[in-house]
């Protein structure tokens, strides 16, 4: 899968610690930050793809990102 999109991602350059919040409540600062991000579609999916564990990615954190596979898989 292609990474380019990296090269456009809002969080580029910043603390990563900011994405990695130590609970939901946390990432607050993290989603805003990717609700302005161009490639906020492809890093959601590219985490989906890859089972990321940790970390918000696309503007979701690892508990939204369960919800959706879910929601995938019933809708599939
Ligand atoms: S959506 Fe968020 S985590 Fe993903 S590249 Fe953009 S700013 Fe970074």
Do not use: Y
């Amino acid at each position: 899968m292609t990474t380019n999109w990296r090269q456009r991602a809002a969080c580029r350059g910043l603390d990563p610690e900011l994405f990695f919040p130590a609970s939901d409540e946390e990432a607050e600062e993290a989603r805003v930050i990717c609700a302005i991000c161009p490639v906020r579609q492809p890093c959601l999916e590219h985490a989906l793809a890859h089972r990321e564990r940790e970390g918000v990615w696309g503007g979701c954190t690892e508990r939204e990102r369960r919800r959706i596979v879910r929601q995938r898989r019933k809708s599939a």
